[in-house]
């Protein structure tokens, strides 16, 4: 029988995008019926039908209204939003990410970590009102400084790379202790505090599991050089941002760019937005505008296999939660 497949395209995608993801699904597995839910409660409502998912996320309850379902596809590379979800937890859905999608992740480190080395924060704030003001403005150069890299996954693996092309020295962390290519050192969980102190450029990269969540606090956070910068590209869950602010504010360590947030939007007035020592970014550092065909190619391979009767690919280890 052709599966009923439900993809919830969020409402901030462009009209464009999505009629470029509901004509690729349906190239994919013609004829299988296609549910597009303007809402989350039409979402709910068509779940009982579904047996394909597909999204950047599912309504709360989504799984328990879909005795049909059987797989999830989420269009993100993190997945801390499905793993716990009823089903998901379970084993009876199969839950798959997006893998390969967010190249532009690795560009957006550099491009923060070239910032600070050459000040433009400061540049930008100085032009801003008018201020000519050399001695603030004298950069670094990141040939020979070290990025350590928390979570040397697919996108960790791919900004090293990078890194070592500019002349960086990479070290960085994961959980298997297996070599990775441009990384000199590589250390277990249990032994961040030596990429911390070591650390130019502290990048996290990690997914969002209860080893993570929280990972770093104030101790961490003055286990950093006062000269290095934290970039967070990952969840903002990961770094204790009350933390982070008094680190910033009281100068344990020298910058901040971050895309992520404990609160997004993060909201008017938060003090993030005010320290001249740190870059914001709105949770944009994977998007580009080639960026959604790449998630609905990723999303059209695997339903070719679903259709097909093969193995799925990238499917998350629930178990380990990412
Ligand atoms: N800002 C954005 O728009 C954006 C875009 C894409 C992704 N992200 C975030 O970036 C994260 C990473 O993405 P990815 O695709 O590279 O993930 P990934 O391929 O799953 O890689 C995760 C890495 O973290 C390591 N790890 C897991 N738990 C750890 C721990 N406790 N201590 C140290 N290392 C640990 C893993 O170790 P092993 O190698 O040993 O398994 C792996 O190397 C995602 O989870 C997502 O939240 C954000």
Redesign the pocket.
Known sequence: MTPTILVVADPLVPEAVRARLREAVREAAPGAPLILPETDAEALERAPDAEIAAGWSLPEGFTERAPRLRWIHAF?????HFVGMPGVRDGRVVLT???G??TA?PE?VMALVLAFSRRLHIAIRNQIAHRWDRPSGVGGEVRGQVMGI?????????LAELAAGAGMRVI???????P?AHVERI???DR?DEVLREADYVV??????P??RG?LGERELRSMKPSAVLI????GVIVQEAALVRALREGWIAGAGL??FQQEPLPPGHPLYALDRVIVTP?????TPRFFDRVAAAFCDNLRRYAAGAPLQHIVDVS???
């Open positions: 993100t590379a993190g997945v801390d990410r997006t893998v999608a967010h992740v957006h928390l979570g040397l996954g697919q996108i960790g693996r791919a960085g962390t994961r959980r298997t202790p297996a990775v250390f277990p969980p961040l996290v990269l990690l997914p969002v599991t080893a993570t990972l967070n590209v990952a969840r895309d992520v949770h944009v550092s994977g998007i380990r939660g990412y």
